[in-house]
């Protein structure tokens, strides 16, 4: 009787724990969840305030003026996104090629171990790397600078999921590619591309998904500008860069205003290319990440 | 006949292969391909050395030694010491990561154990989601939303009796060590919940069967098969967690106070390696001002280095006992 009695009470026991542990669990995911509810509630309410369509194709006025846009920095973020995807797209394109179908031993674990310090580097590092080589050389900040930054943003990203999508070329394909003896160029070009070609803009999306939202690259590169800026050689602003500046003057109310409007741009923006990306990753069965 | 056919085969195959175009596809690809590969390599090793030359500068102005363990930053008197930054970067990763691990490990067991798919998923992007918010985002808005709420928070411990202990004693100014933790650790929830979910999602479904067979409650299930088979992968989910928080340069710019000092209270304002520089960095104009921030830079890259490295060699000890699954 004692035992039985005792054997419940640790049944009890043990099942409360369960339970328990149920709880906790429940608490941590609503509590990890509290945070995005809450930044997307702010981001509607104050940023829906603040924001109009003129706000995307207005010149930006002074500090303290209720005027004014963001033209410049969406003309520049377009610019320097786009410029440095044109970089960042045929060299990740080519270092998963030279990683995963040429393999010309250390150079190729050379180049690769590149990449891979550079997806490891915090982005405020990448600022400084570009400001060390292409800034100093150029005597000046500029656009230019900032897409390099952008594009060494997005370089690993890219380089390693089309690695990874090559990895998956099914092995009969290289075979049948051997048997109808294509010389490899062709092989690679005409059968590996194409047949991958879905999981290699899935890392393109997610990579652009990345820079859009970067600021820290861009301070000290492309350091913002007021000025509706199209020459890349000049300095230029970004929707991150416009959104820190308006953002550090907090104390004016037009500032801030401002910081909302482009708060709610660029995470606009930002969430269209991440779904976009994760979309494409789980109809090509990829981890979006 | 016979005697036309029998030397009529090699010709045939000479004038085949004479037939075949000039293969100029192959070497072109080839080097176009390494030609990009290279520049890729060259212009990152140039970048590098380019910054350390600019690092090494400060050298003539201060030793390595009085860098690293100089507690004074000031600039207007070209007195530069990193450890304030360093300090703080330590204080507000370690404060992330105590945050930030047990709601990570919480919300993976939610997701992945107990919700049914059809709640799961939705969790689960919900939480991914906070990965792709901007970090300016965060730190515009954990200025005017969380800082505030945070303020009364440390004002309410700082007040207790746990105010007598120095890590948690006052004055309050708001912005602080904690806050930056607290902005971190949302940060860095992301990585680190699906890092573990991964692992988590390696258990053998038979381990797992064998333990509820047995007569395991669903908890008994997790804490003895699923939690010891997916350390190696939780693990490695933190560090990279750790590598996120400490190069995280702009949110934690609003919220960490911007004072280049060592206190021992958390909600005390300090200062980050990344931040320092984020925000010194374009109007630096005093004498070696520049090379030092970029020396704090250099510091910056091989802290994260190094955490990237024992990330790499726990991944991939983790990922040779799980059988190849990815966990990056």
């Given at each position: 009787m004692f035992a039985e009695r005792s054997l419940r009470a640790t049944g009890r026991g043990r099942r409360g724990t369960n339970r328990l542990v149920f709880v906790l669990c429940l608490a941590a995911g609503a509590l990890a969840l509290l945070p995005l509810v809450l930044v997307l509630f702010y981001l509607l309410t104050e940023g829906l305030k603040a924001w109009s369509p003129a706000f995307l194709v207005s010149p930006p006025g002074g500090i303290t003026s209720k005027s004014g846009g963001a033209m410049n920095a969406i003309v520049g973020t377009l610019e320097m996104t786009g410029l440095g995807l044109a970089i960042a797209a045929p060299v990740g394109l080519a270092v998963a090629l030279y990683v995963t179908e040429y393999r010309e031993g250390r150079l190729a674990i050379a180049v690769r171990t590149a990449v891979d310090l550079v997806a490891g580097v915090p982005s405020i590092v990448i600022g400084l790397f570009v400001y060390s080589l292409v800034v100093v050389t150029m005597g000046h900040f500029s656009g230019l600078a900032g897409a390099i930054a952008l594009s060494l943003v997005m370089l690993p990203i890219i380089a390693r999921t089309s690695e990874e999508m090559f990895k998956i070329v099914p092995r009969r394909l290289r075979e049948g590619t051997m048997a109808l003896a294509m010389p490899r160029w062709r092989a690679i070009v005409a059968v590996y591309i194409p047949t991958v070609a879905s999981g290699i803009v899935t890392g393109i999306v997610l990579a652009v998904a990345r820079a859009v939202g970067e600021t820290a690259p861009l301070l000290f590169t492309a350091l913002g500008s007021n000025f509706v800026v199209t020459d890349l050689n000049?300095?230029?602003?970004?929707?991150?860069?416009?959104?820190?500046?308006?953002?550090?003057?907090?104390?004016?109310?037009?500032?801030?205003?401002?910081?909302?409007a482009a708060a709610l741009t660029l995470v606009a923006m930002v969430l269209i290319f991440n779904v976009l990306g994760r979309w494409l990753a789980n109809r090509n069965g990829l981890e979006g990440r | 006949m016979t005697a036309n056919a029998a030397p009529a085969r090699p010709e045939t195959q000479a004038s085949l292969i004479r037939r075949r175009r000039p293969n100029l596809g192959d070497p072109l690809l080839a080097w176009g391909v390494r030609i990009l590969s290279w520049l890729a390599l060259a212009a990152i090793i140039g970048m590098l050395l380019d910054t350390a030359r600019n690092a090494i500068g400060l050298l003539e102005h201060t030793s390595a030694w009085d860098f690293l363990t100089g507690t004074l930053w000031q600039p207007a008197s070209t007195v530069y010491g990193a450890l304030p930054f360093i300090y703080g970067t330590a204080v507000t990763s370690l404060l992330a990561l105590l945050i930030a691990v047990p709601l990570a490990l919480g919300a993976a067991l939610l997701v992945n154990e107990y919700l049914p798919p059809r709640a799961a998923t939705p969790v689960a992007y919900g939480i991914e989601l906070l990965a792709a918010v901007p970090s300016v985002v965060y730190g515009f808005w954990g200025v005017i939303v969380l800082v505030p709420v945070l303020r009364s928070v440390q004002q309410a411990v700082a007040g207790s009796a746990l105010g007598a202990i120095s890590v948690f004693s006052g004055p309050v100014a708001g912005p602080s060590y904690f806050a930056a933790g607290v902005i971190l650790a949302i940060m860095i929830l992301p990585i680190v919940t699906s890092v573990a979910r991964d692992a988590m999602k390696a258990t053998p479904r038979l381990q797992r069967d064998g333990a509820l067979a047995l007569g395991a409650t669903h908890w008994e299930t997790i804490r003895h098969v699923v939690l010891p088979f997916a350390r190696g992968g939780i693990f490695a989910g933190v560090i990279l967690g750790l590598s996120r928080a400490i190069g995280e340069t702009i949110a934690v710019l609003f919220v960490i106070g911007n004072q280049p000092q060592i206190n021992a209270s958390i909600f005390a304002p300090g200062y980050s390696l990344p931040s320092v520089i984020a925000s010194e960095?374009?109007?630096?104009?005093?004498?070696?001002?520049?090379?030092?921030?970029?020396?704090?830079?250099v510091i910056l890259f091989l802290l994260s280095f190094a955490v990237n490295l024992a990330a790499r060699t726990v991944v991939g000890r983790f990922e040779k006992r799980a059988g190849g699954a990815d966990v990056r």
């Open positions: 000049r300095p230029m602003s970004a929707l991150p860069l416009y959104m820190f500046q308006n953002a550090l003057n907090i104390g004016f109310p037009a500032a801030r205003e401002r910081a909302w | 960095f374009a109007e630096a104009n005093q004498p070696f001002h520049p090379e030092a921030l970029i020396g704090l830079g």
